[in-house]
């Protein structure tokens, strides 16, 4: 599977809430460094158990975030995604937030850290560093 197509599996995992899917996709200790329930830079959360703390975190925040990709670009081990991430909360309240996410991948094809960015120059610094 090229790591676009993990993306799009990470994504899916994400949005499914299947943390059972998104293990076999991550490495034992990934890291993850998403936006905050404010949808401000937030993180980060190591390994496994982050994995399940970040998503019982979003659970437990009262809204419900939707992310969306509009363009994915490929360099080496890491994989820049463009997009936006639509936050609702339970009292039907919407916005839309320009995101970034940078994603890069172990030998074995595993999610070895994933960071979220509110500004896509600053994602592209990053993945270049």
């Known amino acids: ?13 994400y949005k499914a809430r299947d943390l059972d899917e998104a293990r076999h996709l991550v490495a ?9 329930t404010t ?20 659970a437990g925040s009262g809204y419900e975030f939707d992310p969306a990709i509009d363009s994915i670009e490929v360099e080496g081990d890491r994989v820049l995604v ?8 339970s009292d039907d309240w919407a916005s839309s937030t320009s995101a970034a996410w940078v994603f890069e991948f172990g030998a074995d094809e595993r999610l070895r850290i994933m960071r979220a960015f509110l500004d896509l120059d600053e994602a592209r610094a990053w993945m270049r560093s």
């Open 1 to 13: 599977m090229d790591r676009a197509e993990l993306v799009g599996s990470l994504f899916r995992a």
């Open 82 to 89: 463009a997009g936006v991430i639509r936050a609702t909360s």
């Open 28 to 36: 034992p200790d990934v890291r993850i460094e998403p936006l905050s």
């Open 39 to 58: 949808l401000e830079p937030g993180g980060p959360y190591l390994g496994y158990d982050g994995l399940r703390a970040w998503l019982d975190d979003l």
